[in-house]
Each structure stands twice: as C-alpha cells, then as structure tokens.
C-alpha cells in the first residue's frame, strides 16, 4: 500500500496542467473573480493562528482543504460558548468556507494521505510546534520531492530557528516578550514602569496579527513564484514562509526600538492614552442604563459607565475641540503644537473630562462630529451588531449553518443563520459574504479523497474502519 502511495506521489510532481483544472473546477463554486481562485491550500494547524490565516485566503478564493484529527478535530470546535449542536460558533467563523477533511496523523498510512494531497496543492500552512512535521516526515524537504514549486508556510512561537524555536510559544507569552504587555498598561508615577500587572487585551491577539503575516507571506510566495514561472525559465522551487508570534508582534511596536536605540528612551505603559500624543484618550460619559451581561432580559437594572474616545492631538483638530468644550483659553501659542501639549497634558486632559462627564455618550459624540474631531463610543458586542455604518458596508455577515446529519443520515439539528465578520479589505468585483460557515467534522473526507486522490468507495470505507480517516 505505501509502495503505491509512493507511486502515485511521483506521478503527482507533473500536475502543471492537471492541476489547473482541478483548481477551478472544485465543487465549492468560488468565482473566477476572487483574487486566490485555482490556489489549493492545505491547512495543517489548529486554534487560531494557522487557521485564522487559513480564513483569510478561503475568504479571497483558496480552497482550504483543512486537515482535522478524527472523532476530535479541531480544538476550537469546543472552545469558549457551545452552539445548540456543541460546536462553538467561533469556529462556524475562522472555519469559514473551508472544507474539513479527517485524518489521523500519528498513522503512517494517514501521514500518506496527506503527503498525496500536499502533491496537489500550491501551500501547506501549519502552525504546530517547530520539528513536528519534520518527525512525522512532513516537513518541506519531505513534502516538495513531490511537489517542488510547493509553499510551506509555518507559523511557530518564535520561528523555525534560532535558540528558541524548540519551545512552546502561545500568543499570550509571545505577547510577552515582544514588549506589547509592558507598553500595556497602567503607569506607576514614580517609576514609569507599570503599576501592577499588565492588562491584556481580551482577545488572543499575537494569534490574529501572526496570522495575518502568514497569509501576506503567503501571498507573496504565490507572488514571486507567478513572477518567476512567467519569465519560462526552470520551474520555482517551493519557498518557506516562517512567521513568528514575536515578530509579528514586533511589527506593531511602531518607534519603540529606534527611540530607545537613539534617545535611550524606555517607552512605558500609558494607560488609555498614547504616550507623547496629546490630548488622545478614553473619556468618561454619564453612566447609562443596562441590562446585566448573559441576563437575556431589556429592563435597565443597573447604570454601566460608558466611555468615548476623543483624538485631537491634530493641531488644528485640537482647537477646534477647545472651542467646541468652551475652553478656548486653553489654545493660542502654550498649546499650539504638541510638544507643548505634553508639557500640560494633566490640564488638558482635566478640562476635557470635565466636559465629558456632564453629558451622555451620545450627546458627546453628536457635537464632536459636528466639529469635526475624531470621536467613538467603547463599543459594547451589541452596539456593534447593530452599528449602522458596519451594517451599510456589510461588515457582519449573516451565514447559514446547515442541520447536523447523524451516523444514519437522519437531521439531529436543524439549521440557524450565524453572525461573523465579512471579508477585508474590501475589494472590488468581491463578494464579502462568506460562502460557508465552519464544516461540520469530516464534512468533506470522501469528497476530497475522491476527488483529489482518485480514492474508490471500497478503500475509504476501509481507510474508515481502521480509522485512518474519520
């Protein structure tokens, strides 16, 4: 069995033309259109960071063929809320428009599988601990003899070399050491540094920016391979696109390092404000009336603080939002420019709370916008669901989730529509709704199998049994 697979592989390396066309003619019905049609990714990776990059080409045309451990699959299908059907709709979400494909990767026959896929697809895209793949041998090396021009994008902790590769590295801890926690806080006046722990965002954000760099890497590997094919020489070989949580993160520290590498200056945490801008800040309104959260009921029953955030740090915006507080003495040439700002950042900051706490957050935002200074509400889930802007651009899309067959094909559940994000950036001739929510486990295993790998009924009813495939 694994001569053939052996066989069939280095068949598979003169897929040029074969290859095209089973690109574009794949039953998920993505439009010559979108920027990614006839591009076969095969995502290897689980929670978010991977997959989250996974999302973003399916969203533009890929064809994200996700490889899922049998019975379990994907971690985050059971992760934070449970929908009806014990699926968390975060993964109705990043799953978005893939297709799900069950193998079990710790057999040999199902390591095969993949490597026959991987021969008839332009990425692989995993994010598993550095070494992983290269012990199951499925790293790059193993994988372009079959297919040399193939793109191995990895995402890790803290990239494939270097003294760190080998160690786990969640989003949080990378965070960490990039430096985000440290300029993520609240200020400690005598040191400068923080005061107290740093506060994180509440959402797994080093996954989603490493995510990002992975399919902007990826991108340009399909990029410069396009490029090179185009000029007829020798075929491109396969690249490795090696993202890191650190430097993904390092990416967003803006003028950190050169400032500290010129002026020997640490920059610290600053609370919600920005260090060295002013006046730019989260502003306290008058508290209004809610209902408490998970309640389910719309009788106000407490008073929650609300906030707006104000930038006026131009210096033409700045005294257009003096005057609009009625604090026109606080312009003229002390306040004209912004480094004299930060010399009285303390006063400014005052006059404009002063002004802020007097009125609710819709009054504030009114009389900013008729000014013409940049103001937003800190936005609750629910407002932003019902965000008129968001909905004008179709920024949420509703996507239908189809009923959940049982063993026997009968329906367990039946089927419900699901809000998530729509897809960014928006370009023309895009349509921005996804086509489909997260598969349902193994959704796609005998489509793909089939399709791709020519597999007969008899031998993925045998690959099931030995649960090789689920």
């Given amino acids: 069995m694994l001569q053939s697979c052996r066989v069939a592989l280095t068949r598979s390396s003169t897929r040029a033309t074969v290859h095209r066309t089973l690109s574009t003619s794949s039953t998920d019905n993505v439009g010559d259109n979108l920027p990614l049609s006839g591009i076969r990714v095969l995502e290897m990776g689980q929670l978010i960071a991977g997959p989250f990059a996974g999302q973003l080409l399916g969203q533009f045309g890929a064809e994200v063929i996700k490889v899922e451990p049998p019975k379990t699959g994907d971690p985050l299908r059971v992760w934070r809320e449970l929908d009806t059907d014990g699926t968390s709709p975060w993964f109705r979400s990043i799953g978005r428009n893939k297709k799900s494909v069950t193998i079990d990767l710790r057999q040999l026959e199902g390591r095969e599988l993949v490597k026959k896929l991987a021969a008839k697809c332009d990425v692989v895209l995993e994010n598993f601990k550095p070494g992983t793949l290269e012990k199951w041998s499925l790293g790059p090396s193993d994988l372009q003899k079959y297919n040399s021009s193939l793109i191995f994008t990895r995402v890790s902790g803290y990239g494939q070399t270097g003294p760190w590769a080998p160690r786990p590295g969640y989003a949080s801890v990378c965070e960490a050491e990039s430096g985000f926690r440290y300029i993520n806080g609240f200020v400690d006046p005598e040191t400068g540094g923080l005061a107290g722990p740093p506060v994180r965002p509440n959402i797994s954000l080093g996954d989603s920016v490493a995510g990002l760099h992975a399919a902007f890497g990826t991108v340009l590997a399909l990029l410069k391979r396009e490029r090179h094919n185009a000029k007829g020489t020798e075929k491109e070989k396969g690249v490795t696109v090696d993202v890191s949580i650190v430097e993904s993160m390092l990416n967003l520290m803006e003028g950190v390092i050169p400032e500290y590498d010129r002026k020997k200056k640490t920059r610290g945490p600053s609370g919600s404000s920005v260090t ?74 005052d006059a404009i709370c002063a002004w802020t706490t007097t009125r609710t957050v819709d009054q504030v935002i009114e009389h900013m916008t008729k000014t013409g200074v940049p103001v937003g509400r800190v936005a609750t889930v629910k407002e932003i669901v019902e965000n008129e802007q968001l909905e004008a651009r179709g920024a949420i899309q509703d996507v239908w989730v189809p ?68």
């Fill in 403 to 470: 009923p959940t067959p049982s063993e026997d094909g009968r329906t367990e559940t039946e089927g419900w529509k699901i809000k998530m994000p729509g897809t960014f950036p928006m370009l023309d001739g895009v349509d921005p709704r996804p086509k489909w929510a997260g598969p349902n486990l193994g959704q796609h295993t005998e489509e793909i199998l089939k399709q791709y790998l020519g597999l007969a009924d008899w031998e993925i009813k045998r690959l099931r049994k030995e649960g090789i495939i689920g």
């Fill in 276 to 349: 060295g801008i002013v006046p730019t800040n989260a502003y306290p309104c008058l508290p209004e009336p809610s209902s408490p959260s998970g309640s389910g009921s719309s009788s106000p029953t407490q008073l929650t603080p609300t906030f707006v955030v104000i930038g006026g740090n131009g210096d033409s915006i700045y005294k257009r939002l003096m005057h609009a507080i009625g604090r026109v003495d606080m312009t003229g040439h002390k306040y004209e420019q912004n480094i004299q700002r930060v010399a009285r950042k303390k006063e400014i900051e």
